[in-house]
């Protein structure tokens, strides 16, 4: 049985004598009390419970009402009701075949914030209230980020919207002074520019596009944000592309350090899917879901020991193992990557440093911060070329043994965590492929 679609708790109304008598009947003031407005499924339309009395016209000078109730039903009844819950409604010159300038102030559920909605509803479409055009302007204050579970800052999104309610389209701004990702800590300025089309009755959202700026840094987002057929909540799918964007804004995201474990300029392209809470995981870090790839040039650790490590590495590689010196000679990181349950898995992970390039597999954990990469480095030197000393002259009759094409490969490993890790020979290897 579908609900009448409008119910009032208390109705007080204020007219001449002659209004009365008028026809449209006018109104001066209209006072309502738990005013609450089904809108029923697109399925079932058509179908609400109307009165057999005949409709009479009526023309409103105002009306005001206090805590009322927008109830958007879904099709399939196992499906939460879409609410909006209205502290404040004003509307004036409500008549029969026009709009109505109306102001209103409304509680967004998730994320919990105040929003202050002007502008013109109507006319209303009784064979089919989801048609109904409006058009408003809108601010939306205070939102609290932290009741999705795994990020937190408190968002302000200004903005416009249009159309019929089914099919509004959307443009504003979105501020978030202190938006952080709990695996990282660190707040940072979030800005969005955004362009979308939003189905008013069910909240489901297609993005087109969605300009962020991170930072530094700016990101353009693709795709839907929309009501999965199981579990609460919203799902983010997205296609995520940013150039000449700075590493260090994303890592600060994710890693707890007191600063990005590198800093450098970033091109990126990747699928981005956010599952609903109850799929897979309470937290972001352990729900997101990314694929695609990333090239990284101008790189350069902010951590002396792996400086020291990289340089080490590169004065090796070029048969001069007592040379010191103090540059940074790690060129571009690229390769491919996917995230899933808190861990990135890298794929065709790539870098050359003076004298040397390297190549591995592997995975990273965000949380744990635990290494393990396991690959091949080439190398222009011989391999008794990159020692000193007695192992020097014991390495030269098996020189010939890892030289292949010009160079010296050998296979290679990094292990350990993040604050420290450690590079190592890894001749037993068991998923090695051979050279």
């Not at 390039?357 to 396991?374: E, I, M, N, P, Q």
Request: glycine share 10%; net charge neutral.
């Amino acid at each position: 049985l579908v609900p009448p679609l409008i119910e009032i708790s208390e109705f007080s109304a204020t007219a001449s004598l002659a209004g009365l008598f008028e026809r449209p009947v006018h109104l001066h003031l209209v006072h309502l009390k738990g005013l609450t407005i089904h809108f029923p499924p697109k399925e079932q339309r058509g179908k609400t419970i109307n009165s057999k009395t005949k409709d009479v016209p009526i023309l409103i000078d105002e009306l005001v009402s206090d805590n009322a109730e927008l109830d958007m039903l879904p099709g399939n009844p196992d499906k939460p009701i879409h609410q909006f819950l209205i502290h404040q409604l004003v509307m004036h010159h409500i008549g029969r075949g026009r709009p109505a300038p109306f102001e209103a102030y409304l509680k967004n559920a998730a994320p919990p914030g105040e929003i202050h909605v002007q502008g013109d509803f109507g006319p209303w479409h009784p064979e089919d209230p989801r048609t109904t055009p409006v058009s408003a302007d809108y601010t939306f204050s205070d939102a609290d980020l932290s009741v999705f579970k795994g990020i937190s800052g408190i968002l302000s999104s200004t903005g416009k919207f249009g159309g019929p309610l089914e099919n509004l389209q959307v443009e504003g701004q979105t501020t978030t002074p202190d938006f952080a990702v709990t695996s990282g800590g660190h707040p940072m300025m979030l800005k969005t520019e955004f362009s979308a089309t939003v189905d008013g009755t069910n909240g489901d959202t297609l993005l087109h596009p969605v300009v962020a700026r991170l930072g530094g840094s700016t990101l353009i987002c693709n795709g839907s944000v929309f009501r999965p057929p199981t579990g609460k909540g919203k799902e983010v799918l997205l296609e995520v592309t940013a150039q000449n964007a700075r590493i260090q804004d994303m890592l600060l995201l994710a890693v707890p350090t007191p600063k990005s474990p590198m800093t450098g300029v970033v091109n990126l392209k990747t699928k981005f899917d956010l599952p609903v809470a109850s799929q897979g995981g309470g937290e972001v870090v352990d729900r997101l879901k990314l694929k695609g790839q990333f090239g990284i040039a101008e790189v350069s650790f902010t951590d002396r020991g792996v400086r020291e490590k990289v340089e080490n590495l590169s004065d090796r590689a070029q048969g001069r193992p007592n040379d010191q010196h103090e540059d940074d000679p790690l060129s571009q990181l690229r390769g491919d990557f996917t995230l899933g349950g808190g861990t990135i898995t890298l794929r065709n992970l790539g870098f050359s440093v003076a004298g040397a390039s390297v190549h591995l597999d592997g995975t990273y954990g965000l949380r744990s911060g635990a290494l393990d990469f396991h690959g091949t480095a080439k190398f222009q030197a011989k391999p008794s070329q990159m020692i000193t000393g007695f192992k020097s002259t014991l390495l030269k009759p098996f020189d010939h043994f890892f030289r292949k094409n010009g160079v010296t490969e050998i296979p290679i490993k990094v292990t350990g965590k993040r604050e420290h890790p450690s590079f190592g020979l890894d001749f037993h290897h068991k998923n090695r492929s051979p050279s």
